[in-house]
């Protein structure tokens, strides 16, 4: 599943910044409906994490956190742009986030959410357009 990006900062020297997303998914059972869209990557405290807006029928809930990421151990900052134009970050775990598991299981009234649940990898592809920070 692709989430374009559509905007965001990111400090090359340590990770810092947001990388926003466009898309998203609809969960539903029953009567219920969520949809979680405009992810966010946030890199700004100690945890990566995504954010996502959450609409639970019809209803805007507002930005909650939803997964944890877990960076690949062969990370390294700073980051270095391949031919000074692409970021690439393969192997980022994505987990479900303990609040999201939480609030998906009293939306659904179910115990089947649960925190730390294996989401998969991630793979962030970011285009620079050229620009790239005097170091």
Request: charged share 15%.
């Amino acid at each position: 599943m692709n989430f374009p990006i559509n905007g965001g900062a990111i400090d090359l020297k340590t990770a810092v910044g947001n990388i926003g997303h466009t898309g998203g998914l609809t969960l539903s059972a029953g009567g219920t409906v969520i949809s979680i869209e405009n992810y966010t990557i946030d890199t700004t405290s100690k945890s990566p994490i995504i954010t996502g807006l959450v609409v639970a029928n019809g209803t805007l809930v507002g930005r909650v956190t939803l997964f944890d990421l877990a960076l690949p151990g062969n990370f390294k900052l700073p980051l270095a742009p391949y031919r000074s134009v692409l970021i690439d970050l393969q192997g980022v775990k994505v987990t479900l986030d303990g609040a999201a598991a939480n609030a998906l299981n009293q939306a659904f009234n179910t115990g089947a959410f649960k925190a730390g649940f294996d989401i998969g990898t991630a793979r962030v592809r970011a285009f620079t357009n050229g620009w790239v920070p005097k170091t």
